[in-house]
């Protein structure tokens, strides 16, 4: 626990407007001794290194007083202004706990700085060698042993503090220059998560929970306490998920690309297993033996942080010593490789040199470069204006990529095939692409027309006597004409569909951020897309959760499933399953077959909505074969809405 001086101390400390530490919030005043002010300089601060949890990590330089300099990873906190009191205060306790942690196994704080609102960028030494996984992909003759007797010691020392990590996972734990493991992130991001659900906020954040499930225990999952209740059992359970990332060198449950299938394999007792067991060296067997005692469904019954150290020293290092076998095995993913193009951003320059006539630089202004609009997918969206070419202005969204230096490539290879696929795309239901402008890395910011009314379920609720049978139609064609065209939308769902001025439904967001998430999973990465998926299960088709087994292909049959979901929140101007507030509880529901229910306002209804509602009901047939196809809905619906 901090001592509760330390938090009201800010109160009683004078601080004058000209000092340095005048923009220090109150809540950091007991952690002066920590501030690096003025000693910390950005090597670019327009461009960030990686990004995850509420924080993008910046590289920079570190002014020592002996004279001395070194390299330090400096991470940069992002939320909306308004959370700012309540994020100063967690940020203060971990960074104290932080502060206090010693271990060899635990990377250093070196301190903070902070940033113009008044919060601390966190500091800590550069590890040229990266995340634990890509170490271990990069350097196949390493020490694995090392690096999870390192792990497991590391973990072993905090729960012995007192201290829960929350978050154990491979991208929080670093390898230093001499090998050894290096722990971070104490639960910041998984505390801000904690306070924001218990506040009602949403907690979409980039890397988030939703990525964390592939590491998250059981009991977590199957209890619907996400955000609170973690222990060091479940800090257990992830340390056996981190291990096995190690042994296999590819993320837990890899072949398993969407969340929602993740919580069905957890909740039914699956665990992920590596490829030819049989093939392992005796010693990653027993490693692997451990691993799955860290998984026992009852964390009563679950081995201990001390028991995991005992176990990997007396009994699997031993044997490791003595193995002769230390080639990596033959099915590891680093030795796949995933048909790319060989330059991905020279195809993206080709690409946009080919698309010139698409280009909008020097038309475009944001109103506000430094404040976005909304989060999804790999981008945020700003407001704009656009000059036409009869000096007439007109307000413009404006999709600017967000991602970090290491997925420049894969963000090129699918900014390539969105910019190509939109270009094509044309009809009254779809939202059109304007163009493009140039960002400072001369990636494109894609520019559309701005729909003041917002998504279609904000525009219903607002508008209570509008045209619903208009959008739902519009919607209908929209989607049918993808499918005409082979085009998978994959993510349909209100807030994919804007609505115009004139009242028309207009499809956005193609499923690329789904087509990244996966080659991203396949790659071994945790992926950190803004908002997340949290909340998509909701719109998701049966069998893309009963299939498990296989990996998650969304189909023109699970579109029809969603829009039927889409259709439901037009109907009703709720979220499917509205009753229901955890998306566990949802996938088990949509797993029986429970589909949403009517709403008792519905026998006010009109008989064309009751016929509407029958409609969405054949989206849902259990069976995608025997599912009713987008045309055929569309055909359906002018058969009860002719004069639409």
Same mark, same amino acid.
């Given at each position: 626990m901090i001592p509760s001086t330390l938090m009201d101390q800010g109160s009683r400390t004078a601080k004058s407007k000209t000092s340095p530490e005048h923009r220090l919030h109150p809540a950091l005043a007991g952690l002066r001794h920590l501030n690096l002010? /003025?000693? %910390?300089?950005?090597?670019d601060p327009d461009h960030h290194?990686? *990004?995850g949890g509420y924080g993008e990590v910046y590289t920079g330089i570190l002014q020592l007083t002996a004279g001395d300099q070194v390299k330090v990873a400096i991470k940069r906190l992002r939320f909306a202004l308004k959370e700012k009191d309540f994020i100063a205060k967690l940020v203060a306790r971990e960074l104290y706990i932080w502060s206090k942690s010693?271990?060899?196994?635990?990377?250093?704080?070196? /301190?903070? %700085?902070?940033?113009?609102?008044?919060?601390?960028?966190?500091? *800590?030494?550069?590890?040229?060698?990266?995340?634990?996984?890509?170490?271990?992909k990069k350097h196949s003759e390493c020490d694995v042993m090392h690096l999870i007797l390192g792990i497991a010691n590391g973990l072993a020392y905090l729960h012995n503090e007192g201290v829960v990590h929350a978050d154990m996972k491979s991208d929080n734990v670093l390898v230093s220059s001499s090998g050894d493991a290096k722990i971070c992130d104490f639960g910041i991001s998984r505390a801000i998560d904690a306070t924001q659900a218990t506040l009602g906020g949403n907690t979409t954040r980039p890397g988030g929970p939703v990525g964390s499930i592939r590491w998250m225990a059981y009991e977590l999952i199957a209890e619907s306490e996400i955000y609170t209740k973690h222990t060091k059992e479940s800090d257990v359970w992830a340390f056996g998920m981190t291990v096995y990332e190690l042994l296999?060198?590819?993320?837990?449950?890899?072949?398993?690309?969407d969340i929602s299938q993740v919580i069905v394999s957890v909740i039914r007792g699956k665990l992920p297993s590596p490829n030819s067991f049989d093939d392992l060296p005796q010693w990653k067997q027993d490693v692997y033996r451990m691993c799955e005692s860290c998984w026992t469904q009852d964390p009563a019954n679950r081995i201990t942080m001390a028991d995991a150290v005992e176990v990997l020293t007396n009994q699997v290092l031993p044997l490791k010593m003595d193995d002769s076998d230390l080639q990596p095995t033959p099915h590891a993913v680093s030795e796949i490789t995933l048909a790319a193009p060989q330059d991905p951003v020279e195809l993206l320059h080709q690409t946009l040199a080919h698309l010139n006539y698409l280009n909008l630089d020097g038309s475009v202004t944001f109103d506000n470069p430094h404040q976005y609009y909304s989060t999804g997918g790999y981008a945020e969206i700003y407001i704009g204006t656009r000059d036409l070419p009869d000096r007439r202005q007109v307000k413009v969204a404006i999709k600017r990529l967000r991602f970090s230096l290491r997925d420049k490539d894969l963000i090129a290879e699918y900014t390539v095939k969105e910019l190509y696929i939109w270009s094509k795309l044309d009809h009254h239901n779809i939202l059109q692409l304007w163009g493009f402008i140039n960002d400072e890395n001369d990636y494109p910011s894609l520019i559309s027309e701005w729909m003041e009314n917002g998504s279609v379920l904000q525009y219903v609720k607002k508008n209570p006597d509008c045209d619903v049978m208009r959008l739902i139609i519009g919607t209908a064609e929209g989607l049918a004409y993808l499918h005409e065209n082979d085009v998978v939308h994959s993510s349909i769902q209100s807030d994919n569909i804007l609505v115009s001025a004139s009242g028309d439904a207009k499809i956005i967001d193609f499923g690329f951020s789904h087509a990244m998430e996966a080659t991203q999973v396949a790659l071994g990465r945790n992926p950190t897309r803004l908002?997340?998926?949290?909340g998509s299960v909701r719109w998701t088709a049966y069998e893309l959760l009963v299939d498990h087994e296989t990996e998650a292909k969304h189909t023109k049959e699970s579109d029809v499933w969603a829009f039927g979901m889409t259709v439901y929140e037009m109907l009703t101007e709720q979220l499917p399953y509205a009753h229901i507030s955890v998306d566990v509880e949802v996938t088990m529901s949509v797993m029986r077959?429970?589909?949403?229910?009517l709403p008792l306002f519905a026998e006010t209804w009109s008989s064309e909505k009751r016929e509407v509602w029958k409609l969405c009901q054949s989206c849902w047939e259990l069976d995608p074969k025997t599912r009713i196809t987008m045309d055929g809905v569309v055909k359906a619906l002018k058969v009860l809405s002719p004069h639409n």
């Open positions: 002010e /003025g000693r %910390i300089t950005f090597d290194y990686a *990004s010693k271990h060899i196994n635990i990377l250093p704080l070196r /301190g903070f %700085i902070i940033d113009e609102i008044g919060l601390p960028s966190l500091i *800590s030494e550069w590890m040229d060698n990266g995340s634990a996984l890509e170490y271990v296999t060198k590819e993320v837990p449950y890899a072949r398993i690309v908002g997340g998926q949290t077959g429970d589909f949403p229910s």
